[in-house]
């Protein structure tokens, strides 16, 4: 069964610090792997990996993909109150039909 | 242009009762894609659609629920005979035309509560 696993499932932090959250995923016929970011409502999209080692980057966050350990990670540097979200990271799949499979998110905090 | 749109925001049923969600993709895409998040839970696909075509419904629970994607008109999530378990964010996300990406636009989601 295709499976994404995020960790950690909760991270609280202070402003200012630099957070890494994880995603690992065990699936067949990998495509790519997005990461969105979920507030009070819709999951607005931020990366969309294909390839291993290279970096996307868009103001502080940071994301990069490694296909053979199968994993990727997203990094936000100088957090804010304003980065307080869940993370949640989708691998999209190579088949008939297309579908993202979801892990189960990281819900960030970050305090003043 | 408009993102996704999805209508109700909010819905209460009674158990029983039956409970029609709404979605309206971006303009000039083609794909829909239902999904469902519960509370604490990432999102969990139910079903993906084309212009009046069901093209993967294997995330569907097999009785009570349905869906289509009419020629005119938005994409319709069914659910008959509501349960408590079904209270849930039902996510509506929209795709162009396959291009070797996947790049999905979700809606602002349906909250259904079942009383």
């Known amino acids: 069964e295709d499976k994404v696993v995020q960790s950690p499932l909760s991270l609280v932090v202070h402003e200012g610090d630099t957070v890494t959250l994880n995603c690992s995923y065990e699936?067949?016929?990998?495509?790519?792997l997005l990461w969105y970011k979920q507030e009070k409502k819709a999951p607005t999209f931020l990366f969309m990996l294909?390839?291993?080692?290279i970096e996307k980057k868009s103001g502080r966050l940071s994301s990069i993909l490694d296909k053979k350990e199968l994993f990727s990670i997203l990094n936000i540097t100088a957090t804010q109150t304003g980065d307080s979200a869940i993370y949640l990271c989708?691998?999209?799949?190579?088949?008939?039909?297309?579908?993202?499979?979801f892990g189960q998110g990281t819900r960030l905090t970050i305090n003043p | 242009n408009a993102g996704v749109m999805q209508n109700p925001r909010h819905l209460v049923r009674r158990r029983g009762q039956e409970a029609r969600l709404r979605c309206s993709p971006m303009?000039?895409?083609?794909?829909v894609y239902w999904y469902r998040q519960l509370p604490e839970e990432g999102l969990k696909f139910m079903v993906y659609?084309?212009?009046?075509?069901?093209?993967?419904e294997s995330g569907m629970p097999k009785e009570r629920f349905s869906a289509e994607f009419p020629k005119e008109g938005p994409s319709i999530l069914r659910i008959q005979q509501v349960v408590r378990g079904d209270s849930a964010a039902y996510f509506c996300?929209?795709?162009?035309?396959?291009?070797?990406?996947?790049?999905?636009?979700f809606g602002p989601g349906t909250r259904l509560t079942v009383l």
């Open positions: 996300a929209s795709s162009p035309v396959l291009s070797g990406s996947n790049e999905q636009f």
């Open positions: 699936v067949t016929n990998f495509r790519s």
């Open positions: 294909t390839s291993s080692g």
């Open positions: 989708a691998v999209d799949l190579i088949q008939g039909a297309q579908k993202l499979v």
């Open positions: 303009k000039g895409h083609s794909h």
């Open positions: 659609l084309q212009k009046e075509n069901i093209i993967d």
